[in-house]
């Protein structure tokens, strides 16, 4: 077995400036690295390994795209806890091992699998952890997550408050003395940090697919909930030698589509014409737009810093969603998110709930990978595409999408029906 991907990874790391700045010696680095992945790994069974990253014929023929395309998945579903989440923690876990931010008790908000991965990790350098979780959460994740010493509250939603309940009880818990352990890129930097060697990982398996030439990406469907999967995804792309980053596609849910809707105010903005909110209508408002150059997006960007609360705003209704783990009330990484859209010719898609069951239907029917209804979100997104634009994906294309998470406990049953 080689190194694990943070190991493997370190240089391209935001947490490699430790070294530049003499914080911690590289060598001394890479031992924290090492420790903290052998102590999950005595939690978990294993530690942060590269996980798959191939090209899966059936599924593209199932969902009837043409011959030529290619439909490849990077399967998150044998990561540490059974998703994606716990990179971004044992991003955070490697910082703070190094230069704690408190020592008081971590405090993290979710609704499942960024919990659940968080008190691995959490668990496995023995540090004390709050979870703040909605009423409804996964009663067989709740105690997994307790199985492993974690305090776990649940949170309610209150009359006429507006954002997830969960998260407000963080915030006040790290207003109170707590460190921040969080999938939010606002509330915890490094975790888009350790969500990136999802990407390096996608360039790497395509480099050595590819070689001699140069690796090749042309779009990405990436689901969207709070932001932080697709964030470092996007943006450990462009840390990469691919020549050019692929056309990126945010998905969302109907019933809660926070960056959708501020993709579509500014594009308004931007275009001087209504975005119409369909999966049609944001095409052809991409295409008018067009691909901006570096000077419209630092103008385009300053519109967003100068009043985000215009673009960003929590969801009115209390979200519902076949794909429930991205039913985030507010994207909170968001704005690298649409600029990689701009930068692309990219727009966001609201996937249809009957395209979120068919995704989640054809991914068990025509791969061997045991992925849960949110982890094949971006595959709807991609079906949305398909069946309402079809001439919008390319013959001869390499799209790339993610299954984030497995199959737990109480999750529909995907071949029911």
């Known amino acids: ?228 999967l697709g964030t470092a995804v996007v943006t450990g792309l462009a840390r990469t030698e691919l020549e050019s980053l692929p056309v990126v596609h945010a998905v969302q849910t109907l019933g809660n589509h926070p960056l959708v809707r501020a993709w579509d105010t500014l594009v308004a903005e931007l275009t001087g014409a209504t975005v119409e909110p369909t999966v049609g209508g944001r095409l052809r408002a991409a295409k008018e737009l067009g691909v901006l150059d570096d000077p419209a997006i630092r103008e385009a960007l300053a519109r967003l810093s100068a009043n985000p609360a215009a673009y960003m705003r929590a969801w009115d209704d209390e979200p519902t969603s076949y794909a429930s783990g991205i039913l985030d009330d507010i994207t909170y990484d968001w704005m690298q998110l649409i600029e990689a859209m701009l930068r692309t010719g990219g727009y966001p898609i609201v996937a249809t709930e009957a395209a979120l069951r068919e995704a989640h239907q054809v991914a068990h029917q025509h791969t061997d990978i045991p992925v849960c209804p949110t982890g094949a979100a971006g595959l709807g997104g991609l079906i949305t595409l398909h069946e309402n634009e079809p001439g919008a994906i390319v013959d001869g294309e390499r799209i790339a999408v993610l299954f984030t998470g497995r199959m737990r406990p109480g999750d529909p049953d995907p071949l029911a029906n």
């Open 1 to 228: 077995m080689g190194p694990s991907s943070f190991e493997h990874y370190l240089d391209r790391l935001d947490v490699a400036h430790l070294v530049d700045d003499g914080t911690i010696s590289r060598d001394d680095l890479v031992a924290v690295i090492r420790r903290l992945d052998a102590a999950v790994a005595e939690i978990d069974g294993h530690g942060f390994d590269p996980t798959p990253f191939e090209p899966q014929p059936r599924l593209r023929e199932s969902v009837g795209l043409p011959d030529g395309v290619q439909l490849w998945v990077k399967d998150e579903t044998g990561n540490v806890s059974g998703s994606h989440k716990a990179r971004h923690l044992f991003g955070v876990a490697i910082r703070e091992s190094v230069v704690p931010s408190g020592d008081g008790a971590w405090a993290i908000a979710s609704c499942g699998n960024a919990a659940l991965g968080a008190s691995v990790v959490a668990a496995a350098v023995d540090h004390e952890l709050e979870v703040f979780v909605p009423t409804w959460a996964n009663d067989a994740v709740v105690d997994h997550m307790e199985g492993l010493g974690a305090r776990v509250v649940r949170a309610d939603r209150e009359p006429g408050v507006l954002g997830d309940p969960a998260h407000h009880a963080m915030v006040a818990a790290v207003a109170a003395g707590a460190t921040a352990f969080s999938c939010q890129g606002t509330d915890t930097p490094a975790a888009i940090d350790g969500g990136r060697t999802i990407a390096y990982e996608m360039v790497d398996t395509l480099a050595a697919r590819d070689a001699p030439a140069a690796p090749q990406l042309d779009r990405l469907f990436v689901q969207v909930g709070g932001g932080a």
